[in-house]
């Protein structure tokens, strides 16, 4: 039986290589974000990913969203939390106050909008209301919630309120048969890496969606509860 992953922010980047791994595996995959064109071209590339275009911060565009994913197969069986903002990189003292609300309103506020949308129709499914029992929420979290960067208060404190919110939806989900994955990534290569990382080492971001797609295929009997994924050789340990 064909399953449905949602994949926000799945128009570029990271988004779009998780998009395409669960493509060639055989599910039906549905991506969304703000731009149309880089949906479209993505979903150009396989006859099994469908799009919305989808601001994740409003409660309405999100249920119409997971509305338009569930009509493929009638279930959500994964959903992956993908979309967000790295802001721009300032000193603490002169982080700018609508950029620290631009990054929290995305990444925080729109990826809980998103897994409570998946975590509702999982549920459902559970108590018998549609076909499908449980599912797996995953979570593209950063190492930036375990080692912050300088100068990225905006963006680790929006990776260390993922992290919380990740570990609340796994206890949540127990009775449900709903599962939640931490996925803390570091220095996949993407087009929006190069603010951050100067001339670090980088990995292929294929490399990640792998762990992703390895996270959903799992038994329903297991889960990765948490996973770092990092370049070899990047300063993460001894970084500070």
């Known amino acids: 039986m064909t399953k449905t992953v949602v994949v926000t922010g799945g128009g570029a980047g990271i988004g779009r290589e998780i998009a395409l ?34 601001d994740i911060t409003d409660p309405e565009q999100v249920r119409a969203m997971f509305e338009n994913a569930q009509v493929a197969t009638g279930t959500i069986d ?15 003292g002169e982080t700018d106050i609508e950029d620290f609300r631009a990054v929290i309103d995305t990444n925080v506020v729109g990826s ?24 797996r929420i995953l979570v593209n979290c950063s190492i930036a919630a375990q080692v912050p960067r300088a100068h990225t208060a905006a963006y680790a404190t929006s990776k260390s309120a993922l992290a919380g919110m990740t570990h609340v939806l796994a206890l949540d989900g127990r009775e449900y ?17 190069g603010t951050f990382t100067g ?22 009997d297991a889960v990765i509860d948490q996973l770092t994924i990092t370049a070899a050789g990047m300063p993460f340990l001894g970084r500070g």
Not at 42 to 49: G, H, K, Q, R, S
Not at 179 to 191: H, K, L, S, V, Y
Not at 201 to 215: G, H, I, N, S, V
Request: glycine share 8%; with cysteine; net charge negative.
């Open 177 to 193: 048969g709903i599962t939640a994955t931490r996925i803390d990534i570091g220095n996949a290569q993407t087009d929006l890496l």
């Open 112 to 135: 809980y909008l998103c897994a409570r949308e998946a975590f509702s129709r999982m549920k459902a499914g559970c108590e018998g209301k549609t076909e499908q029992a449980g599912g």
């Open 78 to 92: 994964v959903a992956v939390l993908n979309a967000g903002l790295p802001g721009t990189p300032a000193e603490f």
């Open 199 to 220: 001339s670090e080492p980088m990995f292929d971001a294929k490399q990640a969606a792998e762990t992703f797609l390895y996270a959903a295929n799992l038994p329903a």
């Open 21 to 54: 791994a669960f493509a060639a595996d055989g599910w039906h995959v549905h991506i969304c974000g703000r731009r149309v064109d880089a949906l479209e071209t993505v979903a150009a590339e396989a006859d099994n990913i469908t799009y919305s275009r989808c």
